[in-house]
């Protein structure tokens, strides 16, 4: 086992390398100037040559990518020329929202989209499996912020019972905090739980029509616990694969959210940085949610094994 | 005497899109304690959803228990729920169940220690220590080596015949009334088919455990069971003591079966008599005698009648046969579907020159590297085959046999260079073919060809049955105009006996016997002198088989094409073979024309293979001596030292276990590899 994580994390460093060499040759392929668009049109000659020696942009490009690297060893990420301060303080700020509002939206979609599943495939064409199927169709056919504006309409301007947009810090006050995130988690959750939900019900079906769940049910065990014992965690497997391309997926479905309920999160600061070209910024945020990623595949890879014992052996 | 269980009158049903399936319609049966009873029947014949119906195993929707009654012990299980305790405290308590398939009967996620002690738990109200005792115990007597251990085990750790010792430990942990087998050995070797069943002969015996054997295999009926259930299209259409069935059978669906199925004891001469025709649909059935199409005793007044019931056979006890009329064995048949007489004309091998020789393969070895660690360097060889020669002359039958694992379909497959040798020559109509490209190969390879074991996995499902017969015909270029191709395919499928209307059709429209005809038209349609069966029938229905045995007879004697005969089926290596070569573990073991290797076995292995196969006969079975082999195929990667075979022959010297034996021949045309003769 440890053998196997130590060439996994290999291949992960590589993958994470290929991300950095990426997104840097794009950013700096892009056209336009960050430090002109920051000071604006009336800003002189002077002005920009200044501030572009101060961010280290007059060096050649394969010096500015070192630089960059070698900063992350040290643990620096730079300065943002947009917010004209530190990226790492700037990123660990908004991360903490950001992560507010996408650890409980995964969990949730996961637990009850497998549950939901579970339900669905044991009531197999009943009315139940046809309602529920049915509205996972509709999940997964409507766009999350057109949900997300039906219930800020709802609940924040008719009902009045939550805050329309916004994002208060724990620290500040824990009541708003939960506030302000229900609706955005709601959203989050939804997109989510769906595809969840379908995929634990084909899963399932496919798993109830196995040898061994007959096999099991000529123990004479009950039916919940050939479900829960025997079937799920076979059917388990397709899903845990699933939940590793879920992680990116809810990291981009944030920016959607964190615009729409205007939360300072990564998504919408990275929005704003494309925009302004604030290459640090964008460099330093893709390098995180890249390395957020690969440590989250490599888990479930390890959990892969746990469940399965057959690719624990390979 | 009260019955273990009496089933009166079941009746299961499966709703489909197009009606109503009647899976079992109207069966009534009993079993007394200790007794070993026998559900014979073809696929769809309704045996298995029978037993499953019983412990109301079957999947609702879309089946359906319509009437009935199932007493056992004094309860009806019908008047309970399928999932209601009362019901589930029988089924895995009292009724124990060994399935088919032991590869996929096993949950792959669980050890099979806990797969073990929750059903023990369960309904023996065990604590876990308790129970894990008692599925070391099991283990043990089911004879898994070294069980405490193993206990911790996953079911992809074991092999197929050792999955289904724990299949069978499985039901048989909670010490049930009754055992139901379904198919248990059909998709095990032989020799662990003997293993199987022996042991679970034993086990039943030992306890007066009641056993329901659910087969198509009639020679496992005639070894086994003490009275015999014959199924077709979901009812009984006989029922009697095994002896009474085989010596005297009244069905003309039993005798059909009869005569289909070859023996290791029959004349060589003797044709099978397939069954034609197909299995009524039971969809919306109609109320008629079901095997009436395709009954050769059929008369006008049968078509007239309603669905025969079952009556006593007048002067036997215990012996119920449903058929209008009263047939036996000597009884004229109405209607004639297969004429032909089978001659066997042995061949002169001594007057055979070197250029009758079509193929010659000479010391050929297969080696498979293993790889291992992060630089993927080799570590050992697999040696799949170690060294073969043998010649096939044209125009016979050169058969192959051996367990799983012995290297049979690797010998094929480099023959045909579909993968490439490691070493030794293959000679091919006079040219050496070891080493020729892919490029030169292919002027070789219209005039071979292969039909597969699965008729159902060796067809492109969406392409039409012309164009599958076409191809390989377009491939080669063989010099024919589309108009000539179509001409050839048609033709083609007359051979076969396929109706050429059926040519726009695609797979799945076509039974099990169909696609094999179309495999085999497929197979010929380049005119190839050489064929290659790997397990040709071994997926069919024993009617469809002795069908399908027929037509390739036919075509060699039409076509004069030469069979390499790849089989487990010792039974039908004999009957098709002119020349049986025995594999084991890469090398052959033993060699000779079809006669002298059945009634002259010389290799303990051969004897151990030919022992352990049963015979369509219960007299010859109650009389015969057997000892069955024990253990398995070694793995390949753990060759034993001296002879292959020594770990498990019972004659093994140390002379064995250290120096390897060399294939000799003893008398004319007989060679064995063995130290001891």
Known sequence: MGKYVFKRLGQSLIVVFIVTVIVFGLMHLLPGDPIQIYLGDTATEEQIAYYTKQFGLDQPLPVQYIRWIGGLFKGEMGRSITYSIDVKELLLRRVASTLSVTFPAFVLALLIGICLGVITSTHRGRTLDSLLTSIANVGIATPAFWIGMILVYIFGLKLKWLPVQGYVPFSESPSDYIKCLVMPVIVLTLGHLSSNTRQTRSSMLEVISQDYIRTARSKGLSEKTVVYKHALRNALIPIVTMMGGAVGALLGGTVVIENLFNIPGVGALMLTAIINKDYMVVQNVTFVIAVAVVICNLLIDILYGYIDPRIRVE | ?677
């Not at chain 2, 016997?513 to 179309?518: D, F, P, V, W």
């Not at chain 2, 015979?615 to 069955?628: A, G, H, N």
């Open chain 2, 1 to 677: 005497m009260e019955h273990l269980i009496e089933v009166k009158n079941l009746h299961t049903e499966f709703k489909q899109s197009k009606g109503i399936l009647k899976a079992v319609n109207g069966v009534s049966y009993y079993l007394d304690p200790g007794e070993i009873v026998a559900f014979v029947g073809e696929s769809g014949s309704g045996k298995s959803v029978t037993q499953y119906s019983g412990v109301q195993l079957i999947a609702s929707p879309p089946g359906k228990i319509t009437e009935g009654e199932i007493w056992f012990e004094g309860q009806n299980l019908l008047s309970y729920g399928s999932n209601s305790e009362e019901l589930r405290k029988i089924r895995g308590g009292k009724i124990g169940i060994v399935f088919q398939e032991p590869m996929t009967s096993l949950n792959p996620v669980m050890t099979i220690g806990n797969q073990l002690t929750e059903s023990v738990m369960l309904h023996l109200h065990m604590t876990k220590a308790q129970a894990r005792e008692r599925a070391t115990e099991l283990l043990k007597k089911v004879g898994i080596p070294d069980p405490e251990s193993r206990l911790n085990a996953y079911p992809h750790q074991f092999s197929g015949g050792m999955r289904q010792r724990i299949v069978i430990a499985m039901a048989l942990s909670c010490n049930p009334k009754l055992l139901i087998a379904d198919e248990a050995t059909t998709a095990l070797d032989v020799t662990t088919q003997a293993q199987i069943l022996d042991l679970m002969q034993d086990i039943v015996r030992e306890s007066n455990t009641a056993m329901v054997l659910v087969t198509h295999n009639l020679s496992i009926v005639a070894r086994y069971a003490q009275r015999v259930y014959v199924m077709y299209a979901g009812e009984i259409v006989e029922h009697g003591t095994t002896e009474e069935i085989f010596k005297n059978p009244h069905h003309p669906y039993t005798i059909g079966l009869m005569n289909a199925v070859p023996g290791l004891n029959d004349q060589k001469d003797r044709k099978l008599i397939p069954i034609t025709g197909f299995v009524t649909n039971l969809v919306n059935r109609k109320d008629e005698c079901a095997f009436m199409n395709r009954c050769p005793y059929a008369t006008k007044e049968c078509a007239s009648c309603t669905t025969p019931q079952l009556k006593a056979v007048p002067g036997e006890e215990d012996h119920f046969a449903a058929c209008h009329r009263t047939v036996t064995k000597e009884t004229k048949v109405e209607k004639v579907f297969d004429v032909a007489d089978r001659t066997y004309v042995a061949k002169d091998y001594g007057k055979m020159a070197e250029t009758d020789k079509i193929l010659k393969v000479e010391d050929l070895k297969v080696y498979f590297p293993v790889y291992k660690g992060l630089m993927r360097k080799k570590i050992a060889d697999v040696k799949a085959v170690d060294g073969i020669t043998f010649d096939i002359y044209k125009g016979e039958t050169f058969g192959l046999v051996g367990e799983s694992g012995c290297g049979k379909s690797t010998v094929a497959r480099t023959i045909l260079r579909l993968n490439n040798s490691t070493g030794g020559k293959i000679t091919f109509n006079g040219t050496d073919i070891t080493h020729l490209d892919d490029v030169k190969m292919r002027e070789h390879r219209r005039n071979m060809s292969m039909i597969f074991q699965d008729p159902y996995g060796s067809l492109d499902p969406r392409q039409r049955a012309g164009d599958i017969v076409k191809e390989p015909m377009k491939n080669f270029k063989i010099g024919l105009s589309e108009e000539e191709m179509d001409k050839r395919v048609d033709e083609l499928f007359a051979l076969v006996g396929l109706d050429p209307a059926y040519r726009e059709r695609v797979p799945h429209e076509f039974s099990g016997g169909q696609r094999q005809r179309l495999v085999i038209a497929r197979a010929i349609s380049t005119n190839p002198s050489f064929i290659v069966c790997d397990e040709a029938i071994s997926a069919l229905d024993v009617s469809i088989q002795a069908q399908v045995i027929n037509l390739l007879e036919e075509l060699q004697q039409k076509l004069g094409l030469t069979y390499l005969f790849i089989a487990h089926d010792l039974s039908v290596v004999r009957h098709i073979s002119d020349r049986v070569a025995v594999m084991y573990l890469g090398q052959m073991v033993e060699f000779a024309d079809w006669d002298s290797l059945y009634s002259n076995p010389l290799h303990p292995y051969t004897k151990s293979l030919l022992e352990a196969v049963p015979v369509p006969d219960p007299f010859t079975e109650k009389t015969r001596e057997r000892q069955i082999v024990q253990g398995e195929v070694p793995s390949p990667m753990q060759r034993p030292a001296g002879c292959a075979f020594s770990t498990r022959c019972p004659h093994a010297t140390d002379r064995c276990r250290t120096q390897m034996p060399v294939l000799k021949e003893r008398t004319d045309g007989h060679k064995v590899a063995c130290h001891m003769i």
